[in-house]
């Protein structure tokens, strides 16, 4: 195996494991919220904020954190509230007045806004190959999305899942500069370590909802701050810094299909076949967005390029 191959490869584990973690996390915040002692909306994100900041300690005091350049600290600034704070916020804002089928509908638009995003201003080249992915993954997840019920309704609460959607997005190509010049581990402390003063006004209500807090509430939270914010966000970040923004904005199409595999597998929700069918058009979605073809001439609109828009 070639040493471009085994990056590749490592890329795809890295961003396959940021999915299977942000899967999750769909079925933890249900544990949450469904148990009799669980956590309030706010008081989860001030929990999985200080739980994921807190992580990033034991790396940094071993010095594996760099510290970001001046020239950088803008950029680092919108990657921060971009990808942990804003998207959390507007997320949870959201959720809490949409149906399901609503909030993962809008959600979904983030892999599309985030590969238009990184071809205009990171100059992706989006393929015929990619196109025909993000159309197959698009169509997969609508039954997907609508299969948890309620149906689409269009109220206020759209407002703020679009703008988390947005958020998602710029948080994709945003930090790609940064993944290429330092390093995933890094830019995701950073990220979690600014977000936490913002954070921390919630942090009260947090600890009051810890006393009255079930087992398995406590469990789902410590699995968000450490699973789906630390561990995935960082190998996100190792993922995106081997392949281009658009190649890995379409793994997040794969979220909702795995997150209702992992209902299926723990919670017992048995998915229909019209969800059955539109997971499996989604996934062979995303593997032609995201795989190299064999094809050279498909291989001509899908090059794999620095994408950081700036020299390294």
């Known amino acids: 195996m070639t ?14 494991t940021a999915t299977v973690l942000w899967a999750g ?23 999985r904020t200080a739980i994921a900041a807190a992580a990033f300690a034991v790396p940094a005091l071993a010095g594996r954190v760099q510290r970001p350049k001046r020239r950088d600290l803008p950029l680092v600034l919108v990657t921060s509230i971009s990808g942990s704070l804003g998207y959390l916020v507007m997320f949870h804002l959201g959720a809490r007045d949409a149906t399901a089928a609503t909030a993962s ?19 992706d080249r989006l393929g015929r190959r990619k196109l025909l992915g993000i159309g197959l993954a698009v169509a997969g997840t609508v039954p997907v999305s609508l299969a948890d019920g309620g149906g689409f309704r269009l109220n206020a609460a759209v407002a703020w899942l679009v ?3 947005i958020a998602a997005a710029t948080y994709v190509v945003a930090s790609k500069p940064l993944v290429d010049r330092y390093d995933g581990l890094s830019v995701t402390a950073w990220g979690w370590w600014i977000s ?55 793994w997040l199409f794969a979220v909702p299909v795995i997150a209702t595999l992992g209902a299926w597998a723990l919670l017992g929700e048995r998915p229909g076949a019209t969800t059955a069918l539109g997971g499996t058009v989604a996934l062979i979605g995303v593997w032609l967005a995201t ?10 609109g899908d090059a794999i390029s620095d994408g950081s828009g700036a020299p390294r």
């Open 105 to 123: 509908l809008v959600i979904n638009l983030a892999p599309v806004l985030g590969m238009v995003a990184a071809a205009v201003a990171l100059h």
């Open 291 to 300: 795989g190299r073809p064999a094809d050279a001439s498909l291989a001509s």
């Open 163 to 165: 703008g988390a959607a």
């Open 3 to 16: 040493a471009s191959a085994r990056q590749r490869l490592a890329g795809t584990a890295a961003l396959a």
């Open 196 to 250: 936490l003063p913002f954070g921390a006004a919630f942090l009260p209500g947090a600890v009051r909802d810890a006393t009255n807090a079930s087992a398995s509430s406590l469990g789902a939270l410590v699995y968000l701050g450490l699973g789906s914010s630390a561990l995935a966000y960082t190998a996100w970040g190792a993922g995106l810094r081997r392949t281009t923004a658009s190649a890995a904005a379409a």
């Open 25 to 47: 996390s769909f079925i933890a915040t249900r544990s949450i919220s469904t148990s009799s002692g669980g956590f309030g909306p706010f008081s989860v994100l001030a929990g």
